[in-house]
């Protein structure tokens, strides 16, 4: 048994903050927290002072290798962005070998940021296990559904059975979770949508879509069915199983309050949102409804980085000058959509929360920072003025992933190399 103590001047325990106490960590587990330890009891104990510790961050919406577009074509509507750039790029490079080394390049920034798990859509998705495993990062990860022929399947069967081939490689994995990831509303029919169910349900799946993004597409979906896409997917049934929902900005009061009456899961992705115009999703509104809202970077292509730190900070400044209301999306507030709110969107078990008998992700920031002194609420702090560069540690499921701002997993400097070489081959061959 590995038994780990770990000392900080504020661990936010079990929803609210302790100070000057070790956080005990027994192999992957919390084992609780103590305000005096005996050293000799333990393997290491790791002094940390100046600190503050968080539950680590869930980012639930990611195009993890779309890393390697980032900067590619910017400044553009969402299906030029789309149609014209990305999905030609993608249709030129991908590859299991453009998707595993390009998911480490995202893995390290997820690290970086404090990240400790991701919930992924796109392709290749065992290239992106496999490095997310390499890497020691969680992930829920995506097989995807289209109702058009690619190179990874001709039809709706062949991609489901995609997905059972995920699920019997990575059914024991301890970081890996297998989701069914229909994409959008515009591309999958609702009869695709059902049989997505049917196969989610049977193998206790999460799924994972896209929904009510922009203008264009609740303009699409009611042309083509005479309903809006909120509608529709209640229609469906995707509000009654165990669903999440990237975007949702358009949506009237009544589909609101449908959606809060059914709890439903969704990822906010403000600043991919603001890049590609897409609108501003009513957040206040949801929540104050009962909708369970958490937060995502979407892909780097589109926001442009997987910071999920300072999306959360921009999501909470940004919905208090939207909704007119300087107490709406506290801090306390933001940050349980980042932990608790993500976990439990996400069907994550013992995550979320630093708490005893709960998985060992957790972070350490370095307080002793001019932009992060004096110090009278931390949660404060960690929204509205900590930037990434203070996270100096990363534990996951108990392993000490980034130590001293040094990722102990993968070779980052090997990592950034191979993201030049892919960089050079992009430019010269376009």
Known sequence: MSKIAIFGNYIYYDNKIVRDSYLLIENEYIAG???NINKNDYDEVIIKKDSAIFPGFINTHTHLPMVYFRGLADDLPLMD????????AENKWLSDEFVYDATLLAACELIRCGTICANDMYFYSKSIADALIKAGVKGVIGAGVLDFPTKFAK???EYLNNAEKLIDRYNDNPLIRVAICPHAPYTVSPE???????????HNLLIHTHLAETEWEINEIKNKYGKSPIQLMNEVGMFDTKAIFAHMVHLNQNEIELIGKKSVNISHCLESNFKLASGFAPIKDMLE???NVTIGTDGAASNNDLDILAETSTVAKFHKAFSKDATALNAETVLKMLTRNA??????DKMGIIKKGYYADFIVIDL?????QPIYNPISHLIYSTKSSDITDVFINGKHILKDGIITTIDEEEILEKAKYWSNKIKNEN
């Open 289 to 291: 409804n009962g909708v």
């Open 192 to 202: 695709s949508y059902k049989e997505c169910i049917k196969f989610a349900e049977k």
């Open 343 to 348: 976990a439990k969107a996400l069907y994550l």
């Open 33 to 35: 927290i103590e305000k």
């Open 81 to 88: 962005w789309l149609q014209k750039h990305i999905w030609p």
């Open 155 to 157: 039809n709706l069967n």
């Open 368 to 372: 002793n920072k001019p932009h992060l």
